[in-house]
Structure formats: C-alpha cells, structure tokens
C-alpha cells in the first residue's frame, strides 16, 4: 500500500475539491462581483479546462495517496455539460467513501434525479437569505429566493435527505437574517451552515468590519432556539456542530477569520485547469494539467503531488492578521477559480 503523504504540520491529505468550471450563473458579490466578472472577463477556453477523463485519472492518483472524500465545486458546477457522467465514474473509483457536490441550486430542478442516480451521496446548497430584495442584490441577477428552494425541494425528491445549506453572513447585509434561516430550515433534517465572510481572492471587497463573529451567530440563534455544542463527525471537519436542545435538528458554524482551523485542514484543491491548490487562500496553484498532457505516467503525477503536499506549510487563516495589515502576499486566488 502506498504510503500517505503528510504536510510540515502533520495533516495529511483526506478531501478533494475539483472545479469543474470557471464560469457560473449568478454574480454573488462575495465570490464573483458582476463589476470585475462582467460581459467582457475572459473565462478559460475549453481546451484548458481538464477533461473529465483527466479529472478522473487524477481522482485515482488522489486516492492512491490517501483522499477518501471528494466534492464538485467550480464555479457553478451544473453548468459543465453531463456533470451525473462525471459522478459515475469518481463514484466508481475503488477506495471514494463520499462524493458531493456545492451549487447555487438553479438547475437541481433538471439535474437532480440524475445526480443521484449517478451516485452523488450529497448536496450542499448555498442560500444567502430568505429576501428576495437582499437575494437578488447578493447574487447580482436578481434571482428569487424560491428558484433555490425550488431546487432543494427537487432534491428532496430525488432522494437527498440531508442536504447542508450555505448562508455567507455579512454585517448590515443579511446577518439580520440568520435567526430567520435557521428557523426555516429547522426540523426539515437539512443543516444551516453560517459561514463567515472571508477573505478570498482580492475582488470581493472584504473587509475585518464586514465580517459577523460565528460567536455573534451562535449568541443570536441560541438567544430564540436554545444550542449546545456537539463533536465533529470526523476530524478536520470545518464546521463546528451545534444542536437544537429541542432535539430538532442543529447547525454549523464556519469560522475561518476568528476561530481558525487550520491545524486540522486535509483539503486539497484542483482548478478547472488542473492547478493543485493547498489552501483556499493560495496565491498560485501547481500545475498538474501539464504532466497529464506531456505523457507523465500516473507513477510520476503520483510523486508530484506527494512532493508538493510533504513540502505544504499553509495556515493563511492564523496569520491572517500580519498579511492583511502588511499588504504583503495579497494576491489570492479567486474563489469561483478553485470552489469554496
């Protein structure tokens, strides 16, 4: 058996994230703001973008070397042309525990049965409010509140049971909010996850003051719908469990900017072009695309990536602070480039 890779600080490499796309179909101020992501952005050409025959030989090499997990990120992910196609063939990789998949939901009312048939064992959706005025301001189209719903609902009956629901919290946009998501989602056995504002790429406007404390959300929440802390489901989870002391279901709390978990992060990242990323807020990727394309055997992709991860060093999130007031290493890649 092939010997896992470990980084300098001990973690080793357990999930994958692949992009399948740059591109998406709304233009969330957070993540891609219709200002800087506008009519004339160049997205890649589809011949940089890994196929998914690629995407599936790196997947093996991936778990050759110890990844269990995989998701489907872009991007919107839905928009790549026979997406189920792709999570038939991950899914059927010797050694995959758990494939998922992060979308804005738009086209699950389409997509979702033949997700699941393909074997996609979870969804994560992202909704940033239940307001359609505040909705469609945050993802810069206009779309309604229940274009997304109708999509978890479509999911629902395909046969996702447990879906987890992303709400990025911003000061004076929607944390006024998270009281009212919570009580919408609760009971329904989905998981509202309260994400707080980061710092990703250099084009989302982030600012210190912008970002709600996932204590501040706890305090609000519990103040109306009594919390307790529970374990994580497995170590390196980001996000920290709460429950209803009603019994009624619980929550997550994604606290990258004030409570840092960066110690126990096991992720991995590849680009729609095939760059391997060893953090979220990486400023360049390494590039795989290219071995797969001059003829490296998998033994050699193999030794690449093994090399790149015991060299991996990355804690942006515990020194955020030093690199933000300094302004040095402020060149990050975006997110929409590398998935959440």
């Known amino acids: 058996m092939t010997q896992q890779p470990i980084d300098i600080l001990a973690r080793p490499m357990r999930d994958l994230r692949i992009s399948v796309t740059d591109r998406c179909n709304l233009r969330c101020t957070y993540c891609m703001p219709a200002e800087i992501f506008d009519k004339d952005h160049a997205f890649l050409p589809r011949g940089e973008i890994l196929s998914y025959e690629e995407i599936v030989r790196l997947a093996r090499i991936f778990v050759g070397l110890g990844v269990k997990k995989l998701r489907i990120t872009g991007g919107e992910p839905t928009l790549r042309r026979d997406l189920p196609g792709l999570i038939a063939q991950l899914r059927a990789i010797e050694g995959v525990e758990d494939v998922a998949l992060t979308t804005n939901g738009l086209l699950l009312t389409k997509l979702a049965t033949h997700l699941r048939a393909a074997g996609l064992d979870r969804l994560t959706v992202s909704l940033d409010s239940l307001d359609d005025a505040i909705f469609g301001r945050i993802n810069g189209r206009g779309v309604h509140v229940q274009a997304v719903l109708d999509g978890i609902a479509a999911a629902e009956a395909a046969g996702f049971e447990r879906l987890k629901i992303n709400m990025v919290v911003q000061r004076s946009v929607n ?52 919390l307790e802390p529970i374990d994580p489901n497995y170590r390196g989870e980001v996000a920290a469990r709460y429950r209803y002391k009603d019994g009624m279901g619980e929550i997550g709390i994604i606290s990258s900017v004030t409570v840092p978990f960066c110690g126990t992060c096991n992720r991995a990242r590849l680009s729609a072009k095939g760059e391997l990323f060893t953090c979220l807020f990486a400023g360049r990727g390494n590039d795989l695309r290219a071995l797969l394309r001059n003829g490296t055997s998998d033994a050699g992709i193999e030794a690449a990536v093994r090399t790149i991860w015991t060299k991996r060093d990355d804690r942006y999130s515990e020194i955020r602070t030093a690199l933000t007031a300094g302004g040095a290493g402020s060149k990050r890649v975006e997110m929409s480039y590398i998935g959440g």
Do not use: C, Q, Y
């Open 175 to 226: 944390d006024h909010e998270v009281v009212s998501m919570a009580k919408h989602f609760k009971n329904t056995g989905h998981i509202v996850r309260f994400i707080e504002f980061m710092d990703v790429g250099t084009t989302n406007g982030w600012r210190m003051d912008l970002v709600v404390p996932a204590r501040d959300v706890i305090a609000r929440i519990g103040a109306e719908m009594p």
